[in-house]
């Protein structure tokens, strides 16, 4: 069994919509992608969305599942992220971990739970396209597959793979 996720950070956005050079950069990504996917989601927020939504209008390709929000994959605890981004002075895991051990600890379980169901509703095979948010990306990683990956810039996404019980973590480079 092989499924695969690629999970991408959404572009450059002014609050919660994308600003026209985000909108620009995900048009180009998309346009860019490898495409096959199975699955489509989003975290709800409407700059996740609306970077999936130009993903797909760029790759035009069917995607036969869909696109789904899966509100998971997005932190009910955002402000203290920030907190803990402040205090830290860097986005990495481990710094956020040492300034907030818990919110890292507690939220990395339920966003990696989050991203688990994502590969539990691929078959076999299948690929899923997904766009959220910086650090929670990067702490759903962690939850699932136990693997501390860098901080991703605006744009930039991870591939994680399962096959049988195991995950690899490696970097998405377009063509």
Known sequence: MRKEVELWRHTDADGDI??????RTAQEIGSR????YELAVSTGAQRA???LACFLTALSQRVPGGVV????????VEDR???AYQK???GELGALRAADPELVAEDSERLGAALGRVFERLPDGARALVVGHSPTNEAAVLGLTGEVVAPLPK??????????DTFEVEPIELA
């Open 33 to 36: 992608l490898r495409g096959e």
């Open 69 to 76: 929000v899966e509100r998971g994959l997005r932190s009910e």
């Open 155 to 164: 744009g930039a996404g991870v591939l994680v793979v399962a096959s049988d």
């Open 88 to 90: 830290a002075g860097n």
């Open 49 to 51: 969305t609306q970077t």
């Open 18 to 23: 994308l600003s026209a050079e985000g909108v």
């Open 81 to 83: 992220w920030r907190s």
